[in-house]
């Protein structure tokens, strides 16, 4: 079996995912990291091997993260070189300070000369945190400096009383080394306060930023810590603190090797909405100095009231920024919303208006319903005094007692489709819901929706003409044909009157298609179906059903003689066709006629077959010769078939 290494398929197997190596590669140095912190436990009691392990770990997270700015090439290179220039500055330090005093047999002391190269290191951290922080900035958004503020001072004043306070109390140091120790916590405060601001904007890339928070908070308490040891005067080389120093190390180097750090500055920041959790940690972050200044006071002492009470006034003062800043939000989002709601409304082809229950007054009109109506509609205050509209089909006003808004206000949904609007001298047809909105019981607001649907009403009546017209006469066809006769059927035996039904006959299209072609035997249809049309009556039923084959209702004739008169008129028009029309052809029609009662049980389909039975009687006659010109008519009596019918 073959292997393709570049791919990483094997021979008719599937392909198999895999990943890089370096993508990979924070594992490996997380787990060299934990390596370096089970050595530094087993070392325990050996100052000068304890102090190489842990230096060696400080070297290897600036190795780290010169590889990973190499490898993973981040949107902001300079932010991770001041972050390897800070770990490099306290690696210095740490000689100086820790592996030195090691060496020498002597513990660590404060304060020695690596002190000034610790706060270096501590402002070239917070330099590249900065720098993150301004490279994912999109807005000003003060959110999360407020929210980052609150946390920061809820835990400096912590770290003040436990820590700052009964070493400037109980120190014997001189006056520059009391400087450098008032120096370091408001190093550890904008440390702090910068990890958190970068964090609480994080958004949706909060995984990329996780090591770098773990970083920030393993540093910040392990200096905490390590003050505390200081006051309490417990603090030994190799202890608690110092495991914390090491656990930065590793998250340092994992945030630089690990692939989402290209994310850190290339995601930018989103608009902060606090959840639920976060609220209720600024709360109880607020509620810190308060129970911090009762156990001041309780114990007597003096300096530590005062600070507290200025820290007290900060934070009313940025929780009453941050209450503005939520409530802004708020507002805001209350806007967007409205304005995207209103968005919504004024992008769909249909007009809106919404008015109060009670007055009638517009509450809301979008500007789809001025164009549909020709005129602002938010401008009239009573619905009922809307001008133009009408009745459908009429020249009535509509009455405003049935508008769909009125009816709408009584607690009814509403719809109507017979109301016209007359806009640009034209009448304009609409379809209208009114429907009422209700709080609770009571209705609030009626909305109304209306469209123009002429567009939509002449596009159906084309489909319907379509559907039941003869695309080449342009008169119904048989299915046009039997809907129209079977309602006056319906109508005359319910007037109990009479009627006739023709079946007529264009004789001889065969031989004009033959002879002259299907355009002549076209134009010999298109001539018969005319003249047809201009011998019936406004109320009677004419229809092509076949090839040649032709129905007329008659619905004000009930007689044979009625029947011969029409038949007269028909000869009459079809001899003055023959002799203008320039064709080489003659039209020749035959008639069959059947009479029906109202009192006599028939359907449409009866009549025609009837009268269809008539006209070959007619055409039989005479041998086919027609001795009455170019249209002959046979009627049988009343309610009888002829002795021809199929």
Same mark, same amino acid.
């Given at each position: ?90 690696? *210095? ?16 002391? !404060?304060?020695?000369?690596?002190? =000034? ?42 770290? !003040? ?29 904008? !440390? ?31 200096? *905490? *810590? ?112 409205? =304005? ?14 919404? &008015? ?24 009239? %205050? ?19 007692? &049935? ?18 609007? =007359? ?8 379809? $209208? ?18 469209? %123009? ?17 003869? =695309? ?75 090839? %040649?084959?032709?129905? *007329? ?69 005479? %041998? ?6 170019? $249209? ?15």
């Amino acid at each position: 079996m073959s292997t393709d290494a570049s791919s990483g398929t094997a021979a008719g197997g599937n392909a198999v995912p895999h990943q890089p190596a370096h993508t990979r590669m924070w594992l490996g140095y997380a787990a060299l990291s934990l390596a370096f912190i089970a050595a530094y436990a087993g070392v325990s009691g050996n100052g000068l091997a304890q102090a190489i392990v842990f230096s060696t770990a400080n070297l290897a997270a600036v190795a780290a993260i010169l590889i990973g700015i190499r490898m993973n090439r981040p949107t902001c290179p300079s932010a991770w070189y001041l972050l390897a220039a800070g770990q490099a500055a306290y690696l *210095v330090g740490n000689v100086c300070w820790y592996v030195i005093a090691a060496a020498e047999g002597r513990a660590t002391a !404060f304060p020695s000369p690596a002190t =000034e190269i610790f706060l270096a290191s501590y402002v070239l951290n917070a330099l590249a945190l900065l720098r993150l922080i301004r490279a994912r900035r999109a807005g000003r958004d003060w959110s999360a400096l407020l929210d980052a503020l609150i946390v920061t001072v809820a835990f400096t004043s912590g770290y !003040f009383v436990l820590v700052v306070a009964p070493l400037l109390a109980t120190t014997q140091l001189a006056p520059y080394a009391q400087l450098l120790a008032g120096v370091y916590p408001f190093l550890d405060m904008l !440390f702090f306060l910068l990890a958190t601001r970068l964090f609480f904007g994080a958004g949706n890339s909060w995984r990329a930023l996780a090591p770098l928070a773990a970083w920030a908070a393993a540093l910040f308490l392990a200096d *905490v *810590v390590y003050g505390i040891h200081q006051v309490k005067g417990v603090g030994r080389d190799g202890d608690l603190p110092f495991f914390g120093y090491l656990v930065s190390f590793l998250f340092v180097g994992v945030a630089a090797l690990h692939p989402a750090m290209r994310d850190v500055a290339a995601q930018r920041e989103q608009a902060d909405v606090a959840g639920r959790v976060r609220l209720i940690a600024l709360g109880l972050c607020g509620l810190v100095v308060p129970a911090l200044v009762v156990d001041s006071v309780r114990d007597g002492q003096r300096i530590e009231p005062i600070v507290l009470s200025c820290a007290s006034a900060v934070m009313f003062i940025l929780f009453m920024l941050r209450v503005g800043d939520l409530l802004t939000k708020i507002l805001a989002a209350g806007r967007r919303e409205h =304005e995207r709601l209103q968005q919504f409304l004024e992008a769909i082809p249909i007009g809106v208006d919404v &008015r109060d229950a009670g007055t009638g007054r517009p509450v809301y009109v979008n500007q789809v319903a001025g164009r549909i109506l020709g005129y602002d509609p938010g401008r009239v %205050d009573v619905p009922g005094e809307l001008p133009h509209l009408y009745r459908g089909g009429t020249g009535e006003p509509f009455p405003a007692e &049935r508008l769909p808004a009125t009816l709408a206000r009584q607690g009814h949904v509403v719809t109507a489709d017979d109301i016209e609007v =007359e806009r640009d001298a034209q009448r304009r047809q609409l379809q $209208v819901v009114a429907t009422p909105i209700r709080d609770g019981a009571q209705i609030r607001y009626v909305l109304t929706a209306f469209a %123009d649907i002429t567009a939509e009403r002449q596009m159906a009546e084309e489909l319907r003409q379509l559907s039941v017209i003869d =695309e080449l006469t342009g008169v119904n066809n048989r299915r046009g044909f039997l809907l129209a006769a079977r309602h006056e059927l319906a109508l005359a035996e319910r007037a109990s009157r009479p009627g006739v039904l023709l079946f007529i006959d264009l004789d001889g299209l065969k031989r004009i298609n033959d002879t002259y072609g299907h355009s002549a035997g076209d134009h010999a249809l298109e001539s018969a179906s005319r003249l047809l049309r201009a011998n019936i009556r406004r109320r009677d039923v004419l229809g092509r059903i076949g090839g %040649d084959e032709f129905c *007329v209702l008659l619905t004000e004739a009930s007689r044979l003689a009625d029947v011969d008169l029409w038949a007269s008129r028909l000869r009459e028009h079809v001899a003055r066709h023959n002799d203008t029309s320039r064709q080489p052809y003659r039209l020749a029609l035959t008639v069959g006629a059947t009479i029906f009662e109202h009192d006599t049980p028939h359907t449409i389909e009866d009549l025609i077959a009837r009268a269809d039975a008539a006209m070959y009687q007619a055409r039989e006659q005479d %041998d086919g010769q027609d001795r009455e010109g170019a $249209v002959r008519i046979l009627g049988p009596t009343p309610g009888t078939r002829s002795p021809g019918a199929r």
